[in-house]
């Protein structure tokens, strides 16, 4: 005996909404996995962004610092000096811990005097002869007591620079003695942090001084 017409209804319905259930359900399901494959995407550009914009801080600041130790430099008197200047930074830990007795004493060509410096056939890719080689020690840090060819400063915002320099005399001609100056940064510690930031690529920024 066949159903009767209310009771067929019904049973449509019934069967309607378990499907429209159970369709739901799946939806939900792909949406979730869809939604949860995006957010993982967005951490990932949000994370690059962020180490992007770290790097990008790390950068301006040491060709900020590059170019204030070459302007130093180049305005002195009577430029090349036997001797040293003192440059300040912002520690303040500790009497004259701010002071670097940074050396000025320039060297003959192609070596120079100072931080070693690339070649033709050391320079690896991406760096030029002449650039600071930052595979070698680390020369005599200047400080408030001791002269050399690198410091470390410090950033007003806590941040430590190792900064190394090479002094060239290009030009010996007494009437107009030429030197090549060239200053090379980069980010040991970060503020909060006593890791070193040893993937911080260096900065290099270099001028001609004439005395």
């Not at 949860?36 to 949000?46: D, E, F, H, R």
């Not at 070459?70 to 303040?92: H, Q, S």
């Not at 806590?158 to 107009?176: A, H, K, L, Q, T």
């Not at 980069?186 to 070193?196: D, I, N, P, Q």
Request: proline share 5%.
């Amino acid at each position: 005996m066949s159903e009767l017409p209310n009771n067929q209804s019904r049973s449509a319905r019934r069967r309607a909404r378990l499907g429209q259930s159970g369709m739901s359900l799946l939806e939900l399901m792909i949406a979730m996995a869809v939604l949860t494959v995006g957010m993982l995407g967005a951490m990932v550009l949000i994370i690059i962004g962020m180490e992007s914009n770290s790097r990008n801080k790390t950068d301006n600041t040491a060709t900020v610092l590059d170019q204030e130790i070459l302007e130093m430099f180049a305005t002195l008197k009577n430029y090349p000096k036997t001797g040293n200047v003192i440059i300040y930074d912002c520690a303040l830990s500790g009497a004259s811990a701010n002071q670097h007795q940074a050396l000025l004493v320039q060297a003959a060509g192609p070596s120079g005097n100072g931080a070693t410096l690339y070649t033709t056939l050391t320079a690896p890719a991406g760096y030029n002869a002449g650039d600071i080689d930052w595979s070698q020690p680390t020369p005599t840090l200047a400080t408030s007591t001791t002269q050399g060819y690198a410091m470390q400063y410090q950033t007003c915002s806590g941040d430590i620079y190792e900064v190394r320099w090479n002094i060239m005399e290009v030009s010996p001609n007494p009437s107009s003695r030429i030197s090549l100056l060239t200053v090379s940064s980069r980010e040991t510690v970060a503020k909060g942090s006593t890791l070193g930031m040893f993937f911080a690529p260096p900065g290099t920024l270099r001028t001609l001084i004439e005395n």
